[in-house]
């Protein structure tokens, strides 16, 4: 019997439901590589109100190939100018196939580096256009698993928490040249990155006599979705001021005090230092500043950081 079955459930409580329907290939088949099976299920809620069709299908091949494909990577998550190095699979279960052909396209803000596609058992060819990369394999044994890599590079202005994937897909012949169903797979990472905008610098009290110690506190928020490896923050001071100890290791000279700090979690995060007041000071006001030396006073104070990967110094306005 051929043609459309249909069945019919009323009343289905939530749950899974099977259907296990048995078939049998006819004889005097023409000269196909693969029969597509659809199914198709209509339902309505407990009103009568029709929900949208879903549709599913299975294939079946005949005497051929059946091969699936994957893309994996080690890394869910990646800085700029990272490289990420993907693994692509190709299993087949079935006969021998003829022609292979995996066509790889890498989002914008990914580049191509190199590929192990020609090597042995595979003796790929690869054709790289823009962000597409072309590889044709032949002749792959019945049963046989074939996995080469594909390097690219990430570039350099990368926004954290955005989303990068990376789309691969497959199509196939069988021993007589007949396209088979084709295949896709892809793997997406994360861009990750410190990010500290600005810091601060403020006054335990607003007025103090001569040669007291007064107490500033320097603070400052990783908005980023990492923790930054490293930080350095240069403090210039009042020329009424110096400095005398710190809640964490700091060098210091006339003027000038620096600190650096490692694994700047997110969010705030501070630390002390205390600086006495000379015993003549003219006015009582206090005054900090975080300029650099050697800076015009208008030039704001410097934060610097860098993430757990690309090492690279950024500079920020305070």
Known sequence: MTGNYNWTWTALTTGNYRLRINVQVKGGLPPIAYARNYAFLNYTDEKGYWWPMQIAFADVAFH???????????????????????????????????????????????????????????????????????????NMPALATWAFSLTVVSGPALLRGMSLENDASLNYTNSNGFLLPPRDASWSVIIRAPWIPSASVTFASAQATPTDVVLATVAMDNDGNEAAQDAWVNLTLDPNLSFVNASIPATSQPGEVRFVLTNVGLGGSAFHLKEPLPPRHANPRLRGSGRTPNRPQREPRHLVGRSGHDRVLQRVSG
């Open 64 to 138: 051929g190939p059946v091969i699936s494909l994957s893309k994996t990577s080690s890394k869910v998550a990646i800085h700029a100018n990272e490289t990420i190095a993907y693994t692509i699979t190709m299993r087949n279960t079935g006969d021998a196939a003829q022609t292979l052909w995996v066509n790889d396209t890498l989002p914008a803000d990914l580049a191509y580096v190199s590929d192990t596609a020609s090597a042995p058992p595979l003796y790929g060819t690869r054709i790289v256009s823009g962000n597409r990369i072309y590889f044709r394999f032949a």
